[in-house]
């Protein structure tokens, strides 16, 4: 596992944009904001995760956190936020890229470093080659999607069921 930080201090930019234009690589990018009290937060967490699996993970797998400053210099391009047309709106933001920038994710999860590490484990384990071969788009919003169809379904299994109770009791009064 390889482990960068980008800054407007430090110029490897373009050893990152190159890691990604690489078949078979998968990174997990942080991008923070100095001062944003959610990335001060965030950020502690994050770096939790690069000690703890440092040795742990293949060569193939990149984590890095990049300082905000960088977006707003026009000569310092992240290639695969200018590929897929991505702006970066709010701090932080955490991204799993792969398909040489073709697949971009958001993580919408905890921000915790346990969280942070089965995201990491669960997308770079290789039985995950299924999804990452599925092409572009969000498994996260799909799952939010899901999430809220069940859930509006069992609040109607609710209804129904409050609805029999009222009916069986006004059987009873009946009596």
């Known amino acids: 596992?390889?482990?960068?930080?980008i800054d407007p201090t430090t110029k490897n930019?373009?050893?990152?944009?190159?890691?990604?234009?690489?078949?078979?690589q998968h990174a997990f990018v942080l991008f923070y904001m100095v001062g944003c009290g959610p990335c001060e937060m965030t950020r502690p967490e994050w770096k939790k995760v690069e000690n703890e699996l440092h040795d742990k993970l293949n060569d193939n797998i990149i984590v890095v956190d990049i300082n905000q400053e960088i977006l707003q210099n026009p000569q310092s391009k992240i290639?695969?936020?200018?590929?897929?047309?991505?702006?970066?709106?709010?701090?932080?933001?955490?991204?799993?890229?792969s398909e040489k920038g073709d697949l971009v994710e958001e993580?919408?999860?905890?921000?915790?470093?346990?969280?942070?590490?089965?995201?990491?484990?669960?997308?770079?384990?290789?039985?995950?080659?299924?999804?990452?071969?599925?092409?572009?788009?969000?498994?996260?919003?799909?799952?939010?999607y899901n999430k809220r169809k069940t859930q509006s379904k069992k609040h109607k299994r609710v209804r129904k069921t409050k609805k029999h109770k009222r009916t069986h009791k006004s059987k009873k009064h009946r009596k």
């Open 1 to 5: 596992m390889k482990i960068l930080h």
């Open 13 to 24: 930019i373009e050893e990152f944009n190159n890691y990604i234009e690489k078949d078979n």
């Open 79 to 97: 290639k695969y936020l200018t590929k897929k047309n991505i702006s970066i709106n709010g701090f932080p933001t955490i991204h799993y890229i």
């Open 107 to 144: 993580y919408e999860g905890q921000r915790t470093a346990e969280s942070f590490k089965k995201w990491i484990e669960s997308k770079s384990h290789p039985s995950n080659k299924k999804h990452l071969s599925s092409g572009g788009g969000s498994k996260s919003r799909k799952g939010k």
